[in-house]
């Protein structure tokens, strides 16, 4: 520290100047711009949030109202066996097993049917008919496109 003492007091001022701007400067960048950058990051997070939660709400407003149309729409309700029967006709898929289940469920079988066809299927199902696709097991056969299904489906019916 003698070396200090030994200068001039102009270059005193200076160095000590100096070591000033640089602590300064080093304290602006350590520490100043990391908190300012979390607090804009967490800024941003809950901006994200906020979106996303106006989404679910929106979601779940659009929920209740397909919940309470479902309501409605099942006051007459077609026989899962005849909906499901009806639909495989239609689909042209056969079924190979039914075996109805003690909760209003029903599970089927088919066997080597057209993976494209049972897809449509499913999606008739679920999204015309209000049908819930509990299990799905499919099993490739064979043939190219082909696969045999096992299916438990429950649920409201329109």
């Keep these: 520290m003698s070396w200090f003492y030994r200068m001039t007091r102009r270059d005193q001022l200076a160095l000590l100047l100096c070591a000033a701007a640089l602590s300064i400067y080093t304290l602006w960048f350590a520490l100043v ?17 906020a979106n996303s939660l106006l989404r679910v709400q929106a979601l779940a407003g659009e929920i209740a109202v397909l919940e309470q149309e ?18 495989l006709r239609e689909n042209r898929l056969k079924m190979t097993g039914f075996q109805p289940g003690s909760k209003g469920d029903v599970r089927l079988r088919l066997e080597s049917v057209s993976f494209e066809r049972l897809l449509e299927w499913l999606y008739q199902m679920e999204n015309v008919h209000h049908i819930r696709v509990g299990e799905l097991s499919v099993m490739p056969t064979r043939l190219a496109g082909q696969v045999s299904v096992q299916v438990q489906l429950s649920g409201g019916v329109e």
Excluded: Y
């Excluded at 711009?33 to 949030?49: F, M």
């Excluded at 479902?70 to 639909?87: E, I, K």
């Design 70 to 87: 479902g309501r409605t729409a099942t006051t007459d309700p077609v026989n899962l066996a005849q909906l499901v029967d009806r639909s």
């Design 33 to 49: 711009l990391p908190l300012q950058r979390h607090g804009e990051q967490l800024e941003q997070r809950t901006r994200n949030a």
